[in-house]
């Protein structure tokens, strides 16, 4: 008995938008496979990473977030107290969301399920030998900020000063300055490394 078989080879173009994932899994490993030699296996983190990096190229912000389940209490709260709106609308013209409809990084960075954290120490002296105080704060970078600066404010000290007859209350640090390097620190960091945002005070 004489049997032949034919072999149909297709080649399909790489497609611009990795990782593509299985719906209702999302871009985890359980949901993003690839190909090992004749084997299809879940992808690795850093598999994950590569993908998005190459299509979304080198901005951490700009790229896909891993994590597409996010919540926004504390940005909702923050945009409301200043009487901005803080809807899909918003978030697609400040790119949170991709023309894909999911989150990008930006959006995980404002939201409570952020990983990145802020360490502030305070230390007896000019050395970073004896510790006075110290605190970690997590969740959105919106109230990372607003903590960090209240913490760093509670030990920037108020003394008086005398000009003649009026008194000048001075502190340690103009508010302004701690101000601008707080925001620089936490806005020109690059968060795709997981290492905290560390403030020595």
Known sequence: MLRVTNAIRDAVQRGTARPYYLQGKGIRLEG????QGASTVPATDAVILNMIKETSGDSYEAARSLNQNLSFNKAVDFFNKRK????RIQMRSLHLIGKDDMYMNLAFLLSEQCTHVIKLAVFEGSKKSVFRDRQELSG???NQIEEAFNYIDRYNRTRAE???LDRLDMR???????????LNAIVHRDYSFSDATLISI
């Open 162 to 164: 005398f000009s003649g």
């Open 32 to 35: 993003v496979y690839v190909f």
């Open 172 to 182: 340690d640090y103009p508010t302004e300055a701690i101000r601008e390097a707080l």
């Open 84 to 87: 901005i709106e803080f809807g």
């Open 140 to 142: 959105s970078l919106l």
